[in-house]
């Protein structure tokens, strides 16, 4: 069952930038961490960024300082967090995928990941 849907991937030439999206299906009791992940063709799926429930944030090498995981907030909008991405390049692109630790109301704690959201980065 799906409870994660990430959007905001698309095509963008290298510099540019986008802004991915998780929202989720059920309604949250309670946020312990997320992440974003990626996968290129033929490449295994890395960690991208990720932020605990504290506000803690760890980013790969390769995006320090283009890119910026962060949370939403605020109540009720059905959205976890964003995922910020600027100066774009071609070794960016990859499916990205957003995780989360969560308990959703009327459901025990559990590990949530999304069906992906393509990202091209044209050069």
């Known amino acids: 069952q799906v409870q994660l849907v990430e959007s905001g991937g698309g095509l963008v030439q290298a510099g540019g930038s986008l802004r991915l999206s998780c929202a989720t299906v059920?309604?949250?009791?309670?946020?312990?961490?997320m992440a974003w992940y990626r996968q290129a063709p033929g490449k295994q799926r890395e960690l991208v960024a990720s932020?605990?429930?504290?506000?803690?944030?760890?980013?790969?090498d390769s995006v320090k300082g283009r890119f910026t995981i962060s949370r939403d907030n605020a109540k009720n909008t059905g959205y976890l967090g964003y995922l910020q991405m600027d100066s774009l390049n071609p070794d960016d692109t990859a499916v990205y995928y957003c995780?989360?630790?969560?308990?959703?109301?009327?459901?025990?704690?559990?590990?949530?990941w999304g069906q992906g959201t393509q990202v091209t980065v044209s050069s």
């Open positions: 059920g309604s949250i009791y309670m946020f312990y961490s």
């Open positions: 932020i605990t429930s504290g506000g803690s944030t760890n980013y790969a």
């Open positions: 995780n989360a630790d969560l308990r959703l109301t009327g459901v025990w704690r559990n590990t949530y």
